[in-house]
């Protein structure tokens, strides 16, 4: 059975840091990316980051670039995903999620490629 377990996040202020963790199960690891997910009450869940187990590429959305770092642990088929200088619009429920293509381009944020989720964690930054 295909699992991925998050956990981290929580309350933090603007300008601070967390780090969400996203632990994979019943897959082989190397074969997947795995993708972070926000969505904000009231919005459609957008892409934030995504890697390819395999080379560690790694893709970020603009607003989050130089901000957010995403890292693989391929020993405990784990992901983590830095976030540094918090800002209010960060502020979202957050899914990782597993998927199963390995080929093209200019799809790794986008949810409808992407095949297990998680169980969301709630990410709040106050100003």
């Known amino acids: 059975e295909v699992q991925l377990v998050q956990s981290g996040g929580g309350l933090v202020q603007a300008g601070g840091s967390l780090r969400l963790s996203c632990a994979a199960s019943?897959?082989?690891?190397?074969?997947?990316?795995i993708g972070w997910f926000g969505q904000a009450p009231e919005k459609e869940r957008e892409g934030v980051s995504a890697?390819?187990?395999?080379?560690?590429?790694?893709y970020y959305t603009n607003s989050v670039k130089d901000r957010f770092t995403m890292v693989r642990d391929t020993a405990k088929s784990t992901v983590y995903l830095q976030m540094d200088s918090l800002k209010p619009e960060d502020t979202a429920v957050y899914y990782c999620?597993?998927?199963?293509?390995?080929?093209?381009?200019?799809?790794?944020?986008?949810?409808?490629?992407?095949?297990?989720w998680g169980q969301g964690t709630q990410v709040t930054v106050s100003s």
């Open positions: 890697i390819t187990i395999r080379d560690g590429h790694d």
């Open positions: 999620a597993a998927s199963t293509r390995t080929y093209g381009t200019a799809w790794h944020l986008v949810p409808k490629w992407y095949d297990y």
């Open positions: 019943g897959f082989a690891f190397d074969d997947f990316a």
